[in-house]
C-alpha cells in the first residue's frame, strides 16, 4: 500500500490564482481530512470527509473547497490564492471506528 | 470537545525516560486520548491510545489517572531520532465523524542531546 499520498509537494502561486492540492489513499478509509500547519502551530482542520460525497467544513474551511466523489481522492481547491494561505498542507485519512490517522507527506505552499 | 494543555518543550538527554503531561479537565465519557509524533517536514505519526489505566506498545507508554482529566506520555530510554514535536489529542474519533475536527494544538517540542 502506497498510504496516503499527496501531489504537489512544493507550489507556487500568486494571489488571485487558483488550484487544486491533490490527496490519494489506498486503503480504503472512510474517513478523510485536510489540515493545514502554520510555522511553530499545530494543525488546523480545513475540511473533512466521512465518506464518498459527504464533507464538512473544520476550524478554516474559508477560501478552500472539497468534494468527495469516491472513497479514494480528496482534493483540496484554493479559489483564489492569498497571501495568507501560505502554509504546509497535510491530508489524512482513517478508517471508520477507529483513533489512528494516517498522513500524507504535505504540500508546501507559497502565495506570492 | 476537549481542550488539551502540553508544555511547549522539553530537553533530555540520550538514555533518559521522558515523561510528557497532557491535561484535559472537561475530557467527556467517550473520549479517547490518542498522542501523536511530527518529524520536521513530515506528516504527524500515530504513537499511541488509551482510553483509561496504561497501555504499552514498542514504542510508548501511555499512563491515565482514574479521573482520566491527565495522561503522560513516557518515552523509554530516548535517542537523538526522538527529538519531535508530540501532540496530545482527546476526542470521540470512533464512533462519529464529528470526531474529524480535533485540533492538535502546539504540541510539545522535545530536544533530546548527547
Known amino acids: 500500500n502506497a498510504g496516503v499520498t499527496q501531489t504537489p509537494k512544493f507550489q507556487v502561486l500568486k494571489t488571485g490564482q487558483s488550484m487544486t492540492l491533490q490527496c490519494a489513499q489506498d486503503m480504503n478509509h472512510e474517513y478523510m481530512s485536510w489540515y493545514r500547519q502554520d510555522p511553530g502551530m499545530g494543525l488546523r482542520l480545513i475540511h473533512y470527509s466521512v465518506g464518498a460525497g459527504i464533507t464538512d467544513q473544520g476550524e478554516v474551511p474559508n477560501g478552500y473547497n472539497v468534494s468527495r466523489s469516491t472513497t479514494e481522492d480528496f482534493p483540496l481547491r484554493l479559489l483564489s490564492a492569498a497571501p495568507s494561505q501560505t502554509s504546509v498542507y497535510f491530508c489524512?485519512?482513517?478508517?471508520?471506528?477507529?483513533?489512528?490517522?494516517?498522513f500524507g507527506p504535505g504540500t508546501r505552499l507559497t502565495v506570492t | 470537545l476537549a481542550k488539551t494543555t502540553q508544555p511547549i518543550s522539553m530537553d533530555s538527554y540520550e538514555g533518559q525516560e521522558v515523561n510528557i503531561t497532557c491535561s484535559h479537565n472537561?475530557?467527556?465519557?467517550?473520549?479517547?486520548i490518542t498522542w501523536y509524533q511530527q518529524f520536521p517536514s513530515q506528516g504527524p505519526r500515530f504513537i499511541i491510545q488509551g482510553y483509561k489505566t496504561k497501555v504499552t506498545n514498542e514504542v510508548a507508554s501511555l499512563f491515565i489517572p482514574a479521573d482520566r482529566k491527565s495522561s503522560t506520555l513516557s518515552l523509554p530510554r530516548v535517542s537523538l531520532s526522538d527529538t519531535a514535536v508530540y501532540y496530545c489529542?482527546?476526542?470521540?474519533?470512533?464512533?462519529?465523524?464529528?470526531?474529524?475536527?480535533?485540533?492538535f494544538g502546539t504540541g510539545t517540542q522535545l530536544k533530546v542531546e548527547l
Open positions: 489524512a485519512s482513517r478508517r471508520q471506528g477507529a483513533n489512528e490517522q494516517y
Open positions: 472537561n475530557i467527556a465519557t467517550n473520549d479517547y
Open positions: 489529542l482527546v476526542g470521540d474519533m470512533g464512533l462519529t465523524g464529528g470526531g474529524n475536527k480535533l485540533t
